[in-house]
């Protein structure tokens, strides 16, 4: 599946029925047959009403949109899409928003959770995801896990990713960087250096 960040044509992240639409039509005519999903981050349109009000406004749908909980009106948001058919990735970066999501009794109805970290260190990038995993193991929610880090931990999570049999993700919003430091060329640079190692180990159709 593909995940990205819609934008307009001045080329700044967009939530606007003409460049989610541009870009969905853009990408679908390149790679067809796979679900392709958006970004609805805060930071694109941080008013919470405005940004849903935009979302309801959409006429060509994503597949699936990611939704992060620990933002203001995040539940509004997801239960919105949800009505209209969208999947949603649920975006869990840290214990409130593991709450957060409980408490919304939409996980349900949910495609899968992106346990997420901000932390840059490894030990407490580590420790956010097990408090995250044991507040959605004693809520009894049991989806499809992505373990992804971002930046500094970005490959380190996917390692643990592997190990712990999640699904994991990897591009140009998670890391610029390939393994060994070097600047990536693109996201598809990065996507192969990621199916090499989950290849290595037996698992490719877990990519």
Known sequence: ????????????EALDTAAIAGNLHAVRARLRNLP??????????PDPETRLRKVQAWD???DFAS????????AGLAATLIGRGVGIEAGISNARAARNLV???LSRQCLRILVEPQDQE???ALKTALEIEGILSHAGIRLTTVLHGMDRTA??????????????RIGFEDTLRLRNGKTAQSSAELVREARTLVESLGLGKRT
Do not use: Q
């Open 103 to 105: 408490s919304s009794g």
């Open 36 to 45: 392709i999903g958006v970004s609805t981050g805060a930071w694109i349109v």
């Open 1 to 12: 599946m593909i995940h990205f960040h819609a934008r307009s044509e001045d080329g700044k």
């Open 155 to 168: 490959w380190e999570l996917l390692d643990e990713g592997v190990r712990r049999g999640y699904d994991i």
């Open 122 to 124: 490894i030990a407490s």
């Open 60 to 62: 060509v749908l994503p």
């Open 67 to 74: 939704v992060n909980f620990h933002e203001e009106g995040a």
